[in-house]
T-cell receptor, first 114, second 111 residues
Framework: NAGVTQTPKFQVLKTGQSMTLQCAQD?????MSWYRQDPGMGLRLIHY???????DQGEVPNGYNVSRSTTEDFPLRLLSAAPSQTSVYFC?????????????FGPGTRLTVL | SQELEQSPQSLIVQEGKNLTINCTSSKTLYGLYWYKQKYGEGLIFLMMLQKGGEEKSHEKITAKLDEKKQQSSLHITASQPSHAGIYLCGASIQGAQKLVFGQGTRLTINP
């Protein structure tokens, strides 16, 4: 198993550009989520999904869109990048939330918006 | 404000000393997780606690979830340079279908 994979690893954008951060898992996990990590802020939940076709907002959803058309993939879209979105983004997955399930994290995508 | 508060935010200890990191919520915690992150890298799963009063240990790291399930502590005995990094607690609060994290504790071990 590859686990949770994220692409790209690094990305530089200009303000106003759009892009999609890719996240895929091959463990047949129902639950997937996106976090951003900023210095001194820990991990903040952006969006999450409890299964294909179901998504919901986390703590900091503004400026981001998600969709979950398959169990395996959970892309994060930035429609119009802003410097405030400069951060490290982590994708995670697990069998479910609130039960005895480890959250598996991807290696992260480091995004810089100029 | 974050639903999980970690303390301290940063910690510098001498190698060989013991230390404790706390994770507190005003609401009941379900599935409390501890992760470690090396600077600039991904997250490493340490432990998960579910039941009030539960305690787990791995090597020199012990984690506890209090009886009321609103606070967890992570204790490191005889710290080593390999323990340095950022420690993060995460939890599903009040059974909500989302996992949130504290702001992290940056641990530095001085030789």
């Amino acid at each position: 198993n590859a686990g949770v994979t994220q692409t790209p690893k690094f990305q530089v954008l200009k303000t106003g550009q759009s892009m999609t951060l890719q996240c895929a898992q091959d463990m047949n996990h129902e639950y997937m989520s996106w976090y951003r990590q900023d210095p001194g802020m820990g991990l903040r939940l952006i969006h999450y999904s409890v299964g294909a076709g179901i998504t919901d907002q986390g703590e900091v959803p503004n400026g981001y869109n998600v969709s979950r058309s398959t169990t395996e993939d959970f892309p994060l879209r930035l429609l119009s990048a802003a410097p405030s979105q400069t951060s490290v983004y982590f994708c995670a997955s697990s069998y479910s939330v609130g039960l005895a399930n480890e959250q598996f994290f991807g290696p992260g995508t480091r995004l810089t918006v100029l | 404000s974050q639903e999980l508060e970690q303390s301290p935010q940063s910690l510098i200890v001498q190698e060989g000393k013991n230390l404790t990191i706390n994770c507190t919520s005003s609401k009941t915690l379900y599935g409390l997780y501890w992760y470690k992150q090396k600077y600039g890298e991904g997250l490493i799963f340490l432990m998960m606690l579910q039941k009030g009063g539960e305690e787990k240990s791995h090597e020199k790291i012990t984690a506890k979830l209090d009886e009321k399930k609103q606070q967890s502590s992570l204790h490191i005995t005889a710290s080593q340079p390999s323990h340095a990094g950022i420690y993060l607690c995460g939890a599903s609060i009040q059974g909500a279908q989302k996992l949130v994290f504290g702001q992290g504790t940056r641990l530095t071990i001085n030789p």
